[in-house]
């Protein structure tokens, strides 16, 4: 059952400065409107205990707006949104509270969830004029996110984890009974964080990202403001939590959350280097052809790229031009193969399709474009 803190027993941590608050949100301090994702729980409480008082030493303040999404899934989220409300008006931020609607699944509800929390503070953002939502993601929720991706296989971006800023999730191409139009498709791997102010997109910030869990709770403590605790942090039926669990021995090995997240940091670095390189290949190298969602490279320069690049390069074109969401990393390794393997051997036939994309070697050209639409797939202006 979820209960109201005073008092945590944590590991000795130094409490966040005002000094260092303000140098984790001096990037947004041009910003008129901030929306703050606030739970109730220790991340979130401290995200918007420390954002008031960034706010208070500003001259020109930016608006706050707190939103809690209550998921309707425990007994107890009503009144954690109370409470929160509650410590919104002692610091002067406006609060509102967004409700889940409709049925929720039996399984994957974690992901459900997720989903369902960034469209509404989408939704919440866009109706209050705020181009950036700020979470309480920390350093041991990155840690936990390359330990989960490495066990399901991700890729070099993946075990890159979260990024400071970046473009609000939106894969699903319907909103689930939020009353709203459906969801667009998200940018392309290569757009970088900068660029979100220039587009439609909301971006996600995660100003604590680099900071210990440890040190918000005595944050918080300090402070003498009490935040709520979610019995299902503690499921061991979540992946999340077991990976948590995992976290404990692997500290005892010496990889900590800190190591974790310095191992992401550097995968970043590489993929960031990575995907300049195809940027530039792209350049070189694909052509598009007249007509709609249709493009072209000369097979034997592809065939002489190196494997990462040229895996990446396929996958970029696919999603281009695929209707179908993300190309799934080992499904594109396996294009990939059978393509090199065509164009080394000489075939003059080849063609597969994959998300919504269909290749076709022709000779001396690689085509991807859009697949024909599946037997019994409705049309849609």
């Known amino acids: 059952m979820s209960r109201w803190n005073k008092s945590v027993s944590t590991a000795e941590a130094k409490s966040v400065s005002r000094a260092e608050a303000a140098a984790i949100f001096s990037d947004l301090r041009a910003l008129p409107v901030l929306i703050l994702a606030v739970s109730g729980g220790p991340d979130s409480t401290a995200l918007m205990f420390l954002a008031a008082r960034w706010r208070d030493g500003l001259k020109v303040k930016p608006r706050l707006l707190a939103v809690t999404v209550d998921h309707g899934l425990r007994k107890e989220s009503k009144s954690e949104a109370a409470a929160v409300a509650r410590l919104a008006r002692k610091y002067r931020i406006a609060h509102r509270t967004l409700r889940w609607m409709g049925p929720k699944p039996l399984t994957g509800v974690q992901e459900a969830a997720r989903i369902g929390r960034y469209a509404l503070l989408e939704e919440a953002a866009r109706q209050a004029g705020a181009s950036h939502i700020l979470t309480g993601h920390t350093l041991d929720d990155q840690a936990e996110t390359v330990l989960l991706r490495m066990s399901r296989g991700s890729g070099l971006a993946g ?36 660029q979100c102010a220039g587009k439609p997109q909301i971006c996600l910030v995660r100003p604590l990202l680099e900071i210990p869990k440890t040190r918000l709770i005595m944050t918080l403590q300090q402070a003498k403001i009490p935040y709520a605790e979610d019995s299902s942090n503690r499921s061991m039926a979540f992946a999340r939590v077991r990976m ?10 010496g990889l900590d959350a800190a190591q974790l997240a310095r191992l992401a940091r550097r995968l970043r670095r590489a993929d960031c280097a990575i995907e300049a390189t195809v940027d530039r290949t792209w350049d070189e190298l694909v052509v598009e052809l007249p007509g709609p969602l249709s493009l072209a490279m000369e097979a034997r320069r592809f065939v002489g790229l190196p494997a990462e690049i040229a895996l990446r390069l396929l996958g970029r074109a ?64």
């Open 159 to 194: 075990l890159g984890g979260m990024k400071r800023v970046s473009v609000i999730p939106r894969r699903e191409a319907v909103r689930q009974n939020f009353g709203s139009q459906a969801l667009q498709k998200p940018l392309s791997r290569s757009d970088p964080p900068r």
């Open 318 to 381: 696919l999603d281009h031009v695929g209707d179908e969401g993300p190309v799934e990393l080992g499904k594109l390794e396996m294009l990939h193969l059978a393509l090199l393997a065509a164009c080394q051997g000489g075939q003059h036939r080849f063609r597969r399709t994959l998300a919504g994309g269909m290749v076709t070697l022709a000779d001396p050209q690689i085509i991807i474009e859009r697949a024909f639409p599946r037997r019994g797939k409705l049309l849609t202006k």
């Open 244 to 253: 948590r669990d995992l976290m404990k021995a692997l500290a005892g090995e």
